[in-house]
């Protein structure tokens, strides 16, 4: 067959990296590229975006390449193309899927980094085989992705999953977001770290320091339960209304394996007496799960049109 196989360029805007993928439809990756994320300068990081599409469009040379999709984290409107909150990449109200198409002359998806890696995660990963899942992603935020009865839910403000911010303590520990009490102050790995850091009186301390200092240090094992705990009755409330088969844990804090699964699976089945205590298991796409991801939902948006 001469040539004809059309690609895309699917991309992740992470908080460290850019990363690029020319993918074909059977998600065969044809070639790859990244940049470093320009922080929180907006329009260098969209030239830095454009850097790594241009190089991903000389390596596609004569076979057509039918959109960029691209994983963004933040308030994405992924109908009007526009981001409406990136902090991080300095975007706000930033027509992001407008610009970027101009420049390159190729339509431009735009996709919320998370439901990205939870499709790639249900489609490709830890999540196969099931219709009713919840994909829980914790770094330095806590944000999840929702399939019920097999379908992905966005929710009429396409912004459903901000498990993070759902409220587990009266008058908590204050969030930038301007609540208090939310979950992701308690369980996120970077609030464990401060926790910890409080606790042993240092300046500064992370997850991954509390984890393994877990059974030899009861400071260490403290922090731990109360984040553990936290994340329990965040994902009680969840379980409880959407009859979840399974939950897929990913992002930084799922590092921690069996150290995360066993005592969630304890609290939950301490504590859970109307839904069912669903399986409970680690991401296997790891790092890649946004780029799979976004080259799975620029698929399937193009084959919808
Ligand atoms: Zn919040």
Same mark, same amino acid.
């Given at each position: ?5 059309? &690609? ?13 993928? &020319? ?11 990244? $940049? ?19 190089? &991903? ?49 190729? *339509? ?31 770094? =330095?935020?806590?944000?999840?992705? #929702? ?9 009429? =403000?396409?912004?459903?999953?901000? #498990? ?10 204050? @969030?930038? @977001? ?21 606790? =042993?009186?240092? /300046? ?16 260490? /094992?403290?922090?731990? /339960? ?51 205590? *669903?399986?409970?298991?680690?991401? $296997? &796409? ?20």
């Amino acid at each position: 067959m001469a040539g004809a196989v059309s &690609l895309v360029i699917a991309l992740d805007v992470g908080g460290t990296n850019i990363r690029g993928e &020319l993918v074909d439809p059977a998600g065969t990756v044809h070639a790859a590229s990244h $940049e470093p994320t320009a922080g929180s300068d907006g329009d260098a990081t969209l030239d830095a975006i454009e850097r790594v599409c241009r190089a &991903l469009l000389v390596e596609a040379g004569d076979r057509p390449v039918e959109a960029v999709g691209l994983a963004v984290p933040g308030v994405v409107d992924s109908r009007t193309g526009v981001v409406l909150l990136a902090g991080n990449l300095g975007w706000r109200d930033t027509a992001v899927a407008d610009i970027l198409g101009h420049r390159l002359g190729i *339509p431009v998806l735009l996709h919320h980094d998370v439901n990205c890696a939870g499709l790639a995660e249900r489609e490709l990963g830890a999540g196969r085989g099931v219709d009713d899942m919840l994909a829980v992603f914790i770094g =330095t935020g806590i944000a999840a992705s #929702l399939t019920v009865g097999g379908v992905a839910v966005g929710g009429g =403000t396409n912004q459903a999953g901000e #498990l993070g911010h759902v409220v587990i303590r009266e008058n908590g520990i204050e @969030c930038p @977001c301007g609540q208090r009490g939310c979950l992701e102050r308690y369980c996120s790995a970077s609030s464990i770290g401060i926790a910890y850091a409080a606790a =042993t009186g240092r /300046d500064a301390a992370t997850s991954l320091e509390v984890v393994q200092a877990l059974g030899s240090d009861p400071l260490a /094992d403290a922090v731990w /339960d109360e984040a553990i705990t936290a994340l329990a009755l965040g994902i009680l409330g969840a379980i409880t209304l959407l009859g979840t088969e399974r939950i897929v844990l990913g992002g930084g804090l799922a590092a921690a394996g069996d150290k995360l699964v066993g005592p969630l699976r304890a609290k939950l089945e301490a504590t859970v007496r109307v839904a069912t205590v *669903p399986e409970i298991v680690v991401a $296997e &796409l790891g790092q890649r799960a946004g780029v799979i991801g976004a080259a799975l939902a620029t698929w399937k948006r193009l084959s919808d049109d």
